[in-house]
C-alpha cells in the first residue's frame, strides 16, 4: 500500500513537471513571423528551402512561369530517369528494384553483366552474422520492428572489421550489406515478435540468394512461403517507388545531417530509421489503412457518394476516426496536382484487387480519393488543386499481399534504405561542411540568483 502511495505522489509530482516544461518552453508563435524564420525549413508558401545539392533525384510539381509556380501533374527522377518510364520499361517478369538501386548508387542503369555482378552480390549478403538472429534479434522482442532496425543497424557495428572508415570504398560495403540485410532483419524480427510475445509457432527460414528483394520478404514472411508472380511484382513496384524522394524528405535530410558530422554508417543509417519511424512520415500508410478500417464498419452503401461524403465530413470536422481532423493519404508537402507514386501504384492495386477478389473495397477506395480531396479543398478553403499521395493505396496494397501492420513502416525502411545509402555517399564524396542551421533567440538574460534567494 505504501508503495502504491509513493507511486501515486511520483506520478503526480511527474505530472507536475511536465506542465512546467510545457509552459516554460512555449513562447509566443508569432516572433515565427516576425523575425521571418522559415519553420520547417519551409516558406510562407509552404515550399522547401534548398539547404543541398543533388544528383540523385528530382521531384517536380510545378514551374515557374513570370515568377508565379503553375502546378503540373507530378514527376519523379531518379538519376535523371522518369520513374514512370523506368517501370513501364520493365514490364517482364524481371524484378526492378535491385536495378533501381543500382541506377541511385552509381547513377546509370546497368548492363546485364553489371546487373548479374551486382546481384551476386547482394544474393551474397543477404545472410547475418553467424547467431545474430537468435542473440540480437529474437533477445528482447518487442511489437515495433523499427526499434528492432535501429538496434539490429547499431549493433552490426560491433561485428563489421573496420566500421570507423568512411572511405567510400568502405561505406558502399556497408552500405550494400545493409540493403541486402534489412528485409531479414524486418521479417525475423516480426517473426520473435509472434512467437514470444502474441505466442504464435515460430518458423524462420533462410533467404534465397537467386531471388528479389520482393520474393524474399513474401518468402521469408508467410508460414508456406509461397507468393504469385503478380504478388511479387506488386511488391516489386511499391519498392522501387518508395526507394527514393529527394534530398529533403526528412529521413534523407537526416542522413545528409548526420553523415556531414563524419560519424560511422551504422550511426547515420539509424539515425534515419528513427526519423522514418514517426507518423508523419513513414508511418502514415497504417493510418490510412486504420481510417478506412472506420470507414467500412461506419458506412453502409460503399457506392452512395451522398453517405461517403457525410462521414468523410465528420473526419473533417473532427467528429470521426481519430478525431485529428485530417482525412490521411490526402495532399502532400510537394505535390499539388497529382503525385506519381500514388498514381503508378494505383494501378497495381488494381491489378492485385481484381485477382484478390477486393474489387468493392478498390472502388471504396477510389470513391473516397475523388470525394476526400473535394471535400478537403472546400473545408481548408483552398485554391489550388490537391491530390492523394503515395500512402493512400501502399497499406491498402500491403493488406492485400498479407503483410501485417507492424510491417509496413519496415517495407518502407527496406526501400528507402537504398535512398538513404545513395545520399550518404554524395554528402561524403562532396566533401561538404557540417550542416549546421541556425536558430534565433527569443528568451530573455537574467541575472543568477542563489539557491536561498529563489521563490
Known amino acids: ?16 513537471l511536465a506542465d512546467y516544461c510545457m509552459k516554460s518552453g512555449r513562447f509566443d508563435q508569432s516572433l515565427y513571423k516576425k523575425y521571418d524564420v522559415k519553420r520547417g525549413l519551409r516558406d510562407s508558401n509552404g515550399k522547401g528551402i534548398l539547404t543541398g545539392l543533388t544528383e540523385i533525384s528530382d521531384v517536380v510539381a510545378f514551374y515557374d512561369r513570370d ?21 513501364e520499361g520493365n514490364r517482364s517478369s524481371r524484378f526492378g528494384f535491385e536495378e533501381i538501386t543500382y541506377l541511385l548508387l552509381f547513377g546509370s542503369l546497368p548492363t546485364q553483366a553489371e546487373l548479374d555482378e551486382f546481384l551476386d552480390i547482394l544474393g551474397n549478403y543477404r545472410e547475418l552474422p553467424d547467431n545474430f538472429v537468435r542473440d540480437i534479434i529474437m533477445n528482447s522482442p518487442n511489437g515495433n520492428m523499427m526499434n528492432i532496425l535501429q538496434k539490429s543497424v547499431l549493433t552490426l557495428y560491433s561485428y563489421d572489421p573496420a566500421p570507423e572508415d568512411i ?3 568502405n561505406v558502399l560495403r556497408q552500405s550494400l550489406q545493409l540493403i541486402a540485410r534489412f528485409p531479414l532483419i524486418s521479417v525475423y524480427g516480426y517473426h520473435s515478435y509472434r512467437h514470444y510475445i502474441l505466442d ?11 531471388l528479389s528483394t520482393a520474393e524474399n520478404i513474401l518468402r521469408l514472411l508467410r508460414p ?46 539509424a539515425a534515419s530509421l528513427g ?53 490521411y493519404g490526402i495532399g502532400h508537402a510537394v505535390y499539388t496536382k497529382s503525385d506519381p507514386r500514388c498514381v503508378i501504384l494505383k494501378k497495381y492495386a488494381k491489378k492485385l484487387s481484381e485477382a484478390k477478389g477486393l474489387t468493392k473495397e478498390f472502388a471504396l477506395y477510389d470513391r473516397v480519393e475523388r470525394l476526400a480531396i473535394e471535400l478537403t479543398k472546400e473545408k481548408r478553403k483552398l485554391f489550388k488543386p490537391i491530390c ?30 537504398s535512398g538513404w545509402c545513395a545520399h550518404r555517399i554524395e554528402e561524403l564524396a562532396n566533401e561538404g561542411k557540417i ?18 534567494d529563489r521563490k
Open 1 to 16: 500500500m505504501a508503495m502504491e502511495r509513493d507511486l501515486t505522489e511520483f506520478n503526480n509530482r511527474l505530472d507536475r
Open 67 to 87: 515568377g508565379e509556380r503553375i502546378p503540373v501533374d507530378g514527376e519523379l527522377y531518379f538519376q535523371g530517369y522518369n520513374v514512370n518510364k523506368l517501370i
Open 167 to 169: 572511405s567510400i570504398k
Open 200 to 210: 504464435k509457432s515460430l518458423v524462420i527460414r533462410r533467404p534465397k540468394a537467386e
Open 224 to 269: 508456406d512461403g509461397q507468393y504469385t508472380d503478380l504478388e511479387a511484382k506488386v511488391l516489386d513496384v511499391a519498392l522501387i517507388l518508395h526507394a527514393e524522394h529527394g534530398g529533403g524528405n526528412n529521413s534523407t535530410f537526416t542522413t545528409h545531417v548526420v553523415t556531414s558530422t563524419g560519424t560511422d554508417t551504422y550511426s547515420a543509417i
Open 275 to 327: 526519423s522514418l519511424k514517426g507518423p508523419r512520415h513513414g508511418g502514415a500508410n497504417m493510418k490510412v489503412q486504420l481510417m478506412f478500417g472506420e470507414i467500412m464498419k461506419n458506412i453502409h452503401d460503399w457506392e452512395d457518394d451522398d453517405e461517403v461524403s457525410a462521414y468523410l465530413q465528420k473526419i473533417l470536422d473532427g467528429q470521426a476516426f481519430d478525431r485529428s481532423g485530417l482525412i
Open 388 to 417: 492523394a499521395n503515395v500512402d493512400f493505396y501502399s497499406g491498402f496494397v500491403y493488406t492485400m499481399l498479407g503483410l501485417p501492420m507492424e510491417l509496413f513502416t519496415p517495407i518502407f525502411a527496406i526501400s528507402r534504405i
Open 435 to 452: 550542416i549546421r542551421p541556425a536558430y534565433r533567440y527569443v528568451g530573455y538574460h537574467t541575472d543568477y540568483v542563489s539557491i536561498e
